[in-house]
């Protein structure tokens, strides 16, 4: 069989659908994964090939945290210019697109392949449908084919847990549950000898992730804080950055561009971060309490969950001082409720089917979404 995966040009999309592709190559599929030149060599260092289609995420705006949504519209127009005719080329079985990439479901029914929406967190709210449908339903139109307005009944894989589940409408009625993966490490990928020699139980990461990261105010803010407490602060400034930028720092605090999650997360106590679904979700695996900075995009959403379940405290913009960043920290790493209400998140997200056992069940959805179609075209 043959699978392709697209994703937007940015690593907490592209790394969601990772453990996905890596497993359909292991049952021997032949596999392909379709994102922008700037993530081809992050997807082709985790043993995949990968198609560069469409801008880059600079070349595609870069984004901001009001214009996000006319982002993922305007990169799917420019995408499927080159994703469309060689997904019709080379003609996949299946075609599993994450929720924002939409120029995938555009390339699937040129190519008569099977649609799949891989979730990228909390499944987004009916308003945001609202807004992609009338780009959905032109790309079809455009290019040909039918099944814009039938990929709201496609299979969504949602890597969300029951606990976290947001109220109100589904955009997907028909999801599949898929265990979250905090990051997949690459072949030789280790933790600097500084840091593997600290103490775990006293660890902290502090991170805003690859794309909200240059925010310099809520950075320096969230480091003052945190180099007050008696920890061990390890810190990922994001990609294209010079740690260098924040000065000199105590010996107890560690600076790097970026480290592996996979590798890192396990060592720690606590995450301070943005949260981004990824390392939200990474934290949670960890049964890791976390102290949620948004900035924009999803994180506002993220931070209410984290806030809602007992896992974790907030701090909404304009409240990011270094005292305050200072106490919660504290109370997070003092006060056991929170690491117990982390704990009851970890073990659900445990407990939910992994991508292997996920793929295996996807032809089956597959048939059981074509019946349906059927039964509901009579």
Same mark, same amino acid.
């Given at each position: 069989m043959r699978v392709l995966f697209t994703a937007c040009p940015l690593h907490g999309h592209v790394n969601t659908l990772l453990p996905l592709a890596q497993a359909a190559q292991r049952s021997g599929h032949e596999a392909i994964f379709a994102t922008g030149a700037d993530l081809v060599p992050h997807v082709e260092r985790h043993g995949l090939a990968a198609w560069p289609v469409g801008p880059t995420h600079l070349e595609g705006g870069n984004?901001?945290?009001t214009a996000w949504i006319e982002y993922f519209l305007t990169m799917a127009e420019r995408r499927a210019h080159d994703l469309v005719p060689r997904a019709a080329e080379w003609r996949p079985d299946l075609v599993v697109s994450e929720e924002t990439e939409l120029a995938g479901p555009v390339a699937a029914a040129a190519a008569g392949a099977r649609r799949v929406v891989h979730g990228l967190g909390q499944m987004p709210p009916i308003r945001i449908w609202d807004a992609f449908a009338p780009t959905v339903e032109a790309?079809?139109?455009?290019?040909?084919?039918?099944?814009?307005?039938?990929?709201?009944?496609? $299979?969504?894989?949602?890597?969300c847990p029951p606990s976290l589940q947001p109220e109100g409408e589904r955009i997907w009625p028909h999801s599949r549950p898929i265990r979250p993966v905090p990051g997949l490490p690459v072949a030789g990928e280790r933790l600097p000898d500084t840091l593997t020699a600290r103490r775990r139980e006293r660890m902290v990461?502090?991170?805003?992730? $690859?794309?909200?990261?240059?925010?310099?105010?809520?950075?320096e803010a969230a480091l003052a804080g945190l180099r007050r407490l008696p920890i061990d602060l390890v810190v990922t400034t994001g990609p294209g950055t010079d740690p260098e930028r924040f000065g000199p720092q105590p010996a107890n605090v560690l600076l790097a561009p970026y480290l592996p999650h996979a590798l890192l997360l396990p060592r720690c106590r606590l995450v301070v971060s943005h949260g981004g679904a990824g390392i939200m979700f990474g934290a949670l695996t960890h049964g890791l309490p976390q102290l949620v900075l948004p900035q924009g995009a999803d994180q506002f959403m993220n931070a209410d969950a984290v806030r809602r379940t007992g896992s974790g405290l907030v701090l909404e913009p304009g409240h990011v001082t270094a005292d305050a960043v200072a106490a919660a920290a504290g109370r997070l790493l003092t006060e056991p409720s929170f690491s117990a209400a982390a704990a009851r998140l970890g073990a659900e997200i445990s407990a939910m089917p992994g991508p292997d056992e996920v793929l295996a069940a996807l032809w089956t959805d597959g048939d059981q979404t074509s019946q349906r179609m059927s039964v509901s075209r009579r």
């Open positions: 984004g901001s945290a790309l079809h139109q455009r290019w040909g084919v039918s099944g814009g307005d039938a990929l709201r009944d496609e $299979t969504y894989l949602d890597v990461h502090l991170t805003l992730g $690859t794309v909200f990261h240059d925010a310099p105010a809520v950075f």
